[in-house]
């Protein structure tokens, strides 16, 4: 069983940047794709980015992050990083980190992941 534990979150302004971190417990956890997701209030969840096993060497962006959100995996520190800038009100909404065992291709669908976290609030207001 593993278990995930998102850090993180807060409140920061339009423009700002947070740097949120899943943590896990399990010796398997090299083995996992990551993803993270959020939920905003009334919308589905989406997938904001994700990671691949092992290294990390490959890695899949939303639209609308990319350019300005970062995914990272620490390994020894059994800990996935997503950094965050030029955040926006519209991103508002409960951050979520999820695992996954994807073989072939990295995929930002809930569908494929098997095990989450209990998410972390990401307000962005002047």
């Known amino acids: 069983q593993l278990q995930l534990v998102e850090s993180g979150g807060g409140w920061v302004q339009p423009g700002g940047s947070l740097t949120l971190s899943c943590a896990a417990s399990?010796?398997?956890?090299?083995?996992?794709?990551i993803g993270w997701f959020r939920q905003a209030p009334g919308k589905e969840r989406e997938g904001v980015s994700c990671i691949s096993s092992a290294s990390g060497d490959r890695t899949k962006y939303a639209d609308a992050v990319k350019g300005r959100f970062t995914i990272s995996r620490d390994n020894a520190k059994n800990t996935v990083y997503l950094q965050m800038n030029s955040l926006k009100p519209v991103e508002t909404a409960v951050y979520y980190c999820a695992a996954g065992m994807l073989y072939i291709a990295l995929s930002l669908g809930a569908e494929k992941y098997d095990y989450w976290g209990q998410g972390t609030q990401v307000t962005v207001s002047s």
């Open positions: 399990a010796v398997t956890w090299p083995y996992y794709t």
